[in-house]
């Protein structure tokens, strides 16, 4: 019996085919949008492109991991025990600077409303729908798997700078479907990937202390369900979160916990724990 090859590169190949995978479902939710088609239908096949990063890894995964389960893969990720303590900090943090920008936005608002949601059954449809349409569909491939592998060869830190970096860029096609042009562009260009990193240095952090993906998609989810809460100018809101985020990063890369960013000898524990 023929052994199965080992791929060569895999992170490059899994945010190429993860690109190649995004880019046609996410050509299709334009057309249904286009088109007129009723919500639940965008919704639906808006919460699919989302998971273009995990049909991905789940393509390559024979080739980057030969004789292994995705299955089990899939489950070693959540094998730990959660670590109240690690959940509560990171839903506070996040939760102050919501409050933050709230405060910030309230005081500069001329709206009617300062949130986007009317009734507590859209709120919670609008939570839901968030999860499926990033974080459960983004964080196996691109935190459970690209950031995993990478930390193999590179501190955690260095490892988060680089794939938060493609997880940014990966979300380039909807950066043209904003409306916004030149410099405004240029600014929610900016701003987007400055949050993005720093909040992928924050999952880092934070997933490194308790090693359970559910951490990351907490984080994820919170992100994503706080800036689409808030009534206010698109730019200004990434922007504030780019700022608050990015503050947030560097006091966790000054501090350090346990060494969960960098440091030879904590690094070389959890790489190894990693593996």
Not at 14 to 27: A, E, M, S, V, Y
Not at 210 to 224: A, G, R, V, W, Y
Request: proline share 3%.
């Amino acid at each position: 019996m023929s052994r199965e090859k080992k791929l060569k590169k895999p992170i490059a190949s899994f945010i190429l085919l993860t690109n190649i995978i995004f880019l046609p479902l996410f050509l299709l939710v334009g057309a249904i949008r286009i088109f007129g088609f009723p919500t639940w239908v965008f919704d639906v096949v808006h919460c699919i492109s989302a998971w273009s990063s995990t049909f991905a890894f789940a393509i390559l995964f024979k080739k980057i991991y030969p004789g292994q389960s995705f299955t089990q893969f899939v489950k070693e990720k959540f094998k730990h025990k959660l670590k109240f303590s690690v959940i509560l900090t990171a839903i506070m943090i996040q939760a102050f600077i919501f409050l933050m920008i709230l405060f910030i936005v309230s005081n500069n608002s001329e709206v009617d409303s300062i949130f986007t949601i009317s009734s507590w059954g859209m709120l919670i449809y609008f939570f839901f729908k968030n999860l499926l349409a990033g974080p459960l569909g983004e964080e196996i491939g691109w935190r459970g798997f690209a950031q995993i592998e990478l930390q193999k060869k590179h501190s955690p830190l260095k490892a988060s700078i680089i794939i938060g970096f493609w997880w940014g860029l990966w979300h380039l096609p909807i950066w043209f479907t904003t409306g916004f042009m030149g410099i405004d562009l240029i600014k929610y260009i900016l701003f987007f990937m400055i949050a993005i990193i720093s909040t992928k240095i924050v999952m880092t952090a934070f997933y490194n202390l308790n090693q359970n993906l559910i951490i990351p998609i907490i984080i994820h989810q919170f992100f994503n369900f706080f800036i689409g809460l808030i009534n206010g100018n698109l730019i200004d809101l990434i922007m504030y979160n780019a700022i608050f985020y990015l503050v947030v990063a560097v006091l966790i890369i000054v501090i350090n916990p346990k060494k969960v960013l960098y440091g030879k000898e904590d690094a070389s524990v959890i790489n190894c724990n990693f593996q």
